[in-house]
């Protein structure tokens, strides 16, 4: 018997880490849009929020730890996946085409490699953008506090990142198009009546997310620094 | 009498497993809609042979959708355009006059080219060997139905053991990956009565063994379940990864 170690390492395990950290990432995303939402709330919700989370204290530290450790992992076995497969097969056809029917190749499962990096890319610059970036520190219900909302808004008001992350939260929606279903069959769901629901799920699930992310740059570039939706 | 018509072709050729290899073209002009696919190469290669050429190898047993040994990709997929159907069972009625077909081997690290559109598949022999039994006490037969099986259970191991590994699945597959076939001997044989007792170790051995062979890893693509001339479900490769993982958990506490 192979050891757990060995079996997480073996094929079968690497299957059961990609989908762990697959579900691991999609419930991240989540409550990162639901904090995100607070733009839309009351004048300083968002700032209050963002005090409220950076002030979690070790709490914070364990759960960025775990992030980061999905986030590598997952990036790290997929990127691996991709690679072994030219070693599984040395020499490629002349002509390939999918079956079709019951097939899962779809454009977003052959483009988890490439949206997979835009992501791990797009994060490094995003820390850098909000966590990393400069802002004014401002007096919230008498504590200092960072005034991240001003940096988010000013940040969206230059085409290139408004749009810029809108072509990625797009990129995000075929990742999670075939990655919501895969997560679920890495984890040993069966193949049934079920599967097909889980997989329109994951479908709409990916639409609603992307649009919730790509929405907030959008309506920020286009509706201006004075949004109606986003109150002072 | 149906007409005739012509298909061009497109069909690997490859002296043996060291040798370059390359598609060559071929044109034939005698092809009758009720020919099965490996009719009209048997067709072609006497032309070739009354050409005084080298015939085209390709495999085959028997023709009737049974051994799995016809192992062909036809224009990109494995056995062909039609779902469950093996090469030897898709006939030439699914083309048409001017058709251009292209033929190429199965292709995989674990399955080695040797000839032509002809590959060793005994990386699939050794999975079987590594676990893919029962082991039985031999001597006098035992008494019929003494070991009862849930029909349902009885089904569902039947619908796995129509597996006739053939390699679909493989060749089909972007990563190559043998998960369907593996995991479609552990679904049939562990589920059984008789194959229960040996399930943790028949499901690491063949797993290990699958991996040891260079086939590569599952994505979920579920192509191979589409191309599968016997619609083996992907759910094969869910209860592999199941038992795998229950197996480790309890041996890592043992
Ligand atoms: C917000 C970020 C991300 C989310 C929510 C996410 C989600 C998912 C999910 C749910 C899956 C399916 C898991 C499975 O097949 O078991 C998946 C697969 C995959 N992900 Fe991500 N992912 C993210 C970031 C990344 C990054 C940064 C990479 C970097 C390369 C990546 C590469 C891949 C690849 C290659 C696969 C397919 C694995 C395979 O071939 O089986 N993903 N992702
Ligand atoms: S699972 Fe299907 S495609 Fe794969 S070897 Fe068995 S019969 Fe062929
Ligand atoms: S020749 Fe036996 S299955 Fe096709």
């Known amino acids: ?232 | 009498m149906a007409d005739t018509f012509t298909v061009h072709l497109k069909i690997w050729r490859q002296e043996g497993p060291n040798e370059p290899g390359e598609l060559v073209d071929y044109t034939l002009d005698k092809v009758n809609e009720h020919m099965s696919f490996l009719e009209m190469l048997d067709v072609l290669n006497e032309e070739i042979v009354k050409e005084g050429g080298v015939p085209i190898e390709f495999d085959y047993d028997c023709r009737e959708g049974i051994c799995g040994s016809c192992n062909l990709m036809i224009n990109g997929q494995a056995h062909g355009p039609k779902a469950m159907t093996c090469s030897c069972q898709l006939h030439m009625r699914n083309y048409s006059d001017g058709d251009t077909i292209v033929i190429e081997p199965f292709r995989a690290k674990g399955f080695p080219v040797i000839k032509d559109l002809v590959v060793d598949r005994s990386a699939f022999d050794r999975i079987i060997e590594a676990g893919g039994y029962v082991s039985v006490k031999t001597g006098s037969a035992p008494d019929a139905n003494s070991i009862p099986v849930d029909k349902s259970v009885a089904d569902t191991a039947f619908d796995y053991a129509t597996c006739i590994g053939c390699g679909a699945c493989v060749a089909a597959c972007p990563n190559s990956s043998a998960s369907l076939f593996t995991g479609a001997k552990l679904a049939h044989l562990n589920r059984l009565p008789q194959g229960e007792p040996e399930r943790a170790e028949r499901t690491v051995a063949m797993v290990e063994q699958m991996e040891e062979e260079g086939f590569g890893d599952c994505s979920n693509y579920a192509e191979c379940e589409a191309v599968c001339p016997k619609g083996i479900s992907i759910s094969a490769i869910a209860e592999m990864r199941r038992n795998y993982m229950k197996a480790a958990l309890k041996g890592s506490e043992a």
Do not use: C
């Open chain 1, 1 to 232: 018997m192979p050891s757990f170690l060995d079996a997480l390492k073996s094929q079968v395990g690497r299957k059961i880490l990609t989908g762990i950290t697959g579900v691991g990432l999609i419930l991240f995303i989540i409550f990162h849009l639901i904090g995100n939402l607070t733009l839309f709330g009351d004048p300083q919700a968002f700032n209050e929020y963002t005090y409220a989370l950076e002030n979690l204290g070790f709490i914070l530290y364990v759960l960025e730890a775990g992030l980061a450790v999905a986030f590598l992992l997952h990036a790290y076995i997929g990127i691996s996946i991709w690679w072994n497969r030219r070693k599984a097969r040395p020499q490629g056809y002349k002509k390939y085409q999918s079956k079709g029917g019951s097939s899962h190749q779809t454009w977003a499962a052959k483009s988890m490699i490439f949206t997979g990096i835009v992501l791990l890319v797009f994060l490094v610059i995003h820390i850098d953008t909000f966590k990393f970036g400069a802002t004014e520190t401002i007096m919230l219900n008498g504590h200092e506090a960072r005034d991240l909302k001003s940096l988010v808004i000013a940040t969206f008001q230059q085409p290139i990142y408004a749009f810029g992350y809108t072509v990625v939260m797009i990129l995000l929606g075929l990742h999670l198009g075939h990655g919501f279903w895969s997560a679920f069959t890495s984890l040993t769901m069966k193949h049934n009546e079920y599967s097909a629901l889980i997989y329109t799920v994951g479908i709409i699930f990916a639409i609603l997310m992307a649009v919730g992310f790509l929405f907030i740059p959008l309506y920020i570039y286009f509706a201006g620094p004075d949004a109606a939706l986003i109150s002072y």
